[in-house]
Structure formats: C-alpha cells, structure tokens
Nanobody, 128 residues
Framework: QVQLVESGGGLVQAGVSLKLSCTAS????????MGWFRQAPGKEREFVAA????????YHNPSVRGRFTISRANAKNTVYLQMNSLKPEDTAVYYC?????????????????????WGQGTQLTVSS
C-alpha cells in the first residue's frame, strides 16, 4: 500500500512563491507516474500537473503553465510542485497522487480516475 504525505502549504500573499512536497512510502515510487491536483471549495478536483515515472516528461494545466513546475526526486521518494507568482485563484487544497502501472517512462496522466493513491491534501490560501 502506498502512502502519500503532502507538505508545504500555508497562507501566503499574492505574488510570492511556494514549493509543495509529497513524500511516498510503500511501493516502488520510481515506477509511479505522479500528479498534482487541487480542489477549491464547491468545485471539482482539478488537474494541475503530472510527471512520468522517469521524470523525463511533464505536463501542466494551461492555467498554471509558466508559473508552476512539477519535478521529482526518485532517490527521495518525493515529488514537488514549485509555485511562483501565486494568485488568489490558486487557493485550494492540493493533493498529490500516484498511479500504479504506466505505458512507459515517458507517459504522464491527467485524469483523476487514472490515479490509484492519494494524499490527504495540503491547504494553500493566497490572499490578495
């Protein structure tokens, strides 16, 4: 069983940078494609960014492209989300997710239903 623990959220002002971390235990992290999602109050969970298990391929939601960057350190069983130029509309609970199985080291996944394991989430609040 894979367990995911997010950290790094908080209350920040618009325009600042913040880095989220998600550390995995159990399973073989280096073989899991990973993703970041977020959910604002009253809204559905939304895809933010994804990365292949090799780290060689990434994809970001156009709404965060150029501001957010996903990366991973397989030796540390950790995936990161670097967030720059934060906006109030980025306020949400941020979740990391892991997917068992992949078509290959360059594949990433963007659908909520494609992921098998989820963290408990970390709250990010961006004030204007």
């Amino acid at each position: 069983q894979v367990q995911l623990v997010e950290s790094g959220g908080g209350l920040v002002q618009a325009g600042v940078s913040l880095k989220l971390s998600c550390t995995a235990s159990g399973g073989t992290f280096s073989r899991y494609p990973m993703g970041w999602f977020r959910q604002a109050p009253g809204k559905e969970r939304e895809f933010v960014a994804a990365i292949s298990w090799s780290g060689g391929s990434t994809y970001h939601n156009p709404s965060v492209r150029g501001r957010f960057t996903i990366s991973r350190a397989n030796a540390k069983n950790t995936v990161y989300l670097q967030m720059n130029s934060l906006k109030p509309e980025d306020t949400a609970v941020y979740y990391c997710a892991a997917k068992e199985g992949s078509l290959g080291g360059t594949y990433y996944y963007t659908g909520v239903s494609q992921y098998d394991y989820w963290g408990q989430g970390t709250q990010l609040t961006v004030s204007s």
